[in-house]
């Protein structure tokens, strides 16, 4: 079945750059998510991005998508302490199936 | 941007009853709805698929009879835990995908956490 996998944990100082990465299985995902989690809270979709693109950008955000390799990051520019959450990456083989989602990555940013 | 509503919260039952949490699309309308469960640090696990108009798709090793799941409307789905037990307590998170964005875009609710006493 699909897979999707991402590191645990990442602890940045605020004002750098913080990079997730993420890997996933199904050749056939045709749909990538970022979402943000904070405590208790629900799940925030942060962006998403076809799979027949390379990068999308919005504003502090950089997705980077490499097909070949099934390796999707996100890139944080300026990260700063409320960017502190659970960051989910999940892929979705069409527009009409199930997400399959990541464990999840802690971001914690420190001043 | 969209937004997907959750009620209540946060809820405390008693152990043997049941508990009923809305999921609402508030600006658009949802082809489908899911539902998920979330325990502590850990990611989501997909509990059932809710269709409008039709029966919920249930993951491998959810009870049916025991989450219950109406999509009456392309608005709304409910998920109804009855006769809830301590382990049912959770976190439950429902998403609902976007019909007008081709159902490629999904939101998520804010979440709602059970507590079973």
């Known amino acids: 079945g699909e897979d999707v996998e991402q590191s645990l944990f990442l602890s940045v100082r605020e004002g750098d750059s913080s990079v997730i990465n993420c890997t996933y299985t199904?050749?056939?995902?045709?749909?990538l998510y970022w979402y943000k989690q904070e405590p208790g809270a629900g799940l925030q979709l942060l962006t998403y991005i076809f799979s027949n693109m390379d990068m999308k950008q919005d504003q502090r955000l950089t997705v980077l998508l490499n097909k070949k390799d099934k390796h999707l990051s996100l890139r944080i520019a300026d990260t700063q302490t409320g960017d502190s959450a659970i960051y989910f990456c999940?892929?979705?083989?069409?527009?009409?199936?199930?997400?399959?989602f990541g464990k999840g990555t802690m971001l914690l940013v420190s001043p | 941007g969209a937004v997907v509503s959750q009620h209540p919260s946060r809820v405390i039952c008693k152990s043997g009853t049941s508990v009923k949490i809305e999921c609402r699309s508030l600006d658009f309308q949802a082809t489908t709805m899911f539902w998920y469960r979330q325990f502590p640090k850990q990611s989501l696990m997909l509990m059932a698929t809710s269709n409008e108009g039709s029966k919920a798709t249930y993951e491998q090793g959810v009870e049916k009879d025991k989450f219950l799941i109406n999509h009456a409307s392309l608005t709304l789905s409910t998920l109804t835990v009855a006769s809830a037990h301590p382990e049912d307590s959770s976190f439950y998170i429902c998403?609902?995908?976007?019909?007008?964005?081709?159902?490629?875009?999904?939101?998520f609710g804010e979440g709602s956490w059970l507590t079973v006493v």
């Open positions: 998403s609902a995908r976007d019909r007008g964005s081709g159902g490629n875009t999904i939101y």
């Open positions: 999940a892929e979705s083989s069409s527009g009409y199936s199930t997400l399959t």
């Open positions: 199904d050749s056939s995902s045709t749909y």
